[in-house]
């Protein structure tokens, strides 16, 4: 019988969250433009419509003016970093380098966006950071 031999093969590591995150705010590939505090963010309609309802309503299915216009869409009630943690999340599923005092608008913002891992996230993350020169501050955070 002869040998067998067997051929390793070399599997390069995965790279789609990578290339993903590539396509935060990237004016280039972009079909939809928010202005966010005065600053233009760029994102994709599909991939924000299909990792969130809030999107998929306001974008596609509301008939919202939103939907019908080539304007960039005004958000006037959340600041430019915690949309940019919004969109990171959407685009890759997490979340990095967050601190405390974003921890809270940002919590508060993904209710707002229906988004409950990200809700998640940003809980355990408040959980594990809580101390006795915070606490006052996350439970009026809590109280809203």
Known sequence: MLPIH???VSIPPPVLVNDLSRLINNAEFSDITFLIEGKEVY???????IRCEYF??????GGMRESLSDQPIEI????YTVFSKILQ????DTIQE????????????SERFMLDRLKSLCEDHISRTI???????????SYR
């Not at 994102?43 to 419509?49: C, F, G, Q, T, V």
């Not at 998929?56 to 299915?61: A, I, R």
């Not at 999340?89 to 890759?92: E, I």
């Not at 101390?131 to 955070?141: C, D, P, Q």
């Open 6 to 8: 067997v051929l390793l």
């Open 89 to 92: 999340y959407l685009y890759t």
């Open 131 to 141: 101390t006795t020169n915070n606490v006052i501050s996350i439970y009026i955070a």
């Open 56 to 61: 998929k309503v306001l974008l596609y299915s």
């Open 76 to 79: 006037n009630d959340i600041s």
């Open 43 to 49: 994102a994709n309609k599909a991939i924000l419509s």
């Open 98 to 109: 967050l601190p405390l005092d974003l921890g809270i608008p940002l919590l508060i913002a």
